[in-house]
């Protein structure tokens, strides 16, 4: 069963320029977390928040989370061509679960 | 180095063989997790085992088994009874307690002819 759900399914931009990537999803979390895939390998773990922030910074990485509107919001600045994979979203399964569903990803191209 | 590996990375079988897929982790997680990729598509879970000796389905089990015979390790085995089995194989593990991110394995493409 999915519950985050990854907007837009593809994106491609210019070396430098900002990507957002956002995530909706259906019941209520305690966090959610952002991953990274490269084509062909398995996932990354970028960032997780909690239910109990608005946002967080890691790096050239900011995320936001929205609980009245169930939304998320991963911001890369300055993007790179090795920026270029796809970004999933997960949330719990449950209250306290540590099973996670994820999204269908946002495949992200930066052009050089 | 600690992590989480699967092997091998390519694997090719004939209709109707099982196939069983290995999964290592050194980090001392007691949580493991077996999910399956499909092409521009997300992760869906198979199997996870919270504890050795124990695991419980995911949302598409069927056609698959697994085991949990020690804490390091949780292989896959992908049964003749699986309608679908080409895919993308991916392994995981988390501790339980603490956080809950999950390391991922580089996974297994999977390709049955």
């Known amino acids: 069963s999915q519950q985050g759900e990854e907007d837009p399914q593809a994106l491609s931009i210019q070396e430098g320029e900002n990507a957002t990537m956002n995530c909706s999803y259906k019941t209520s979390i305690n966090n959610l977390q952002w991953y990274r895939q490269n084509s062909g390998r398995g996932l990354v773990h970028l960032i997780l928040i909690r239910s109990n922030e608005r946002e967080k910074h890691s790096g050239r990485l900011r995320v936001t989370l929205d609980t009245s509107k169930k939304s998320s919001s991963l911001l890369i600045t300055a993007s790179r061509a090795a920026d270029t994979a796809s970004y999933f979203c997960a949330t719990p399964v449950g209250a306290g679960s540590y099973q996670l569903t994820f999204g269908k990803g946002t495949k992200l191209s930066v052009i050089p | 180095d600690g992590g989480i590996t699967q092997s091998p990375k390519y694997l090719f079988r004939k209709e109707g063989q099982n196939v069983t897929l290995s999964c290592e982790q050194n980090?001392?997680?007691?949580?493991m997790y077996w999910y399956r990729q499909d092409p521009g598509q997300g992760l869906r879970l198979i199997y996870y085992?919270?504890?050795?000796?124990?695991?419980q389905k995911g949302d598409i089990a069927e056609g698959y088994s697994v085991s949990r015979e020690k804490k390091e390790s949780f292989p896959l085995t992908v049964t003749s009874a699986q309608k679908n089995p080409t895919a993308f194989y991916l392994c995981a593990s988390s501790p339980v307690g603490g956080s809950y991110e999950q390391y991922f394995g580089p996974g297994t493409r999977l390709t049955v002819t």
């Open positions: 085992s919270q504890i050795v000796n124990d695991f």
């Open positions: 980090l001392n997680h007691d949580a």
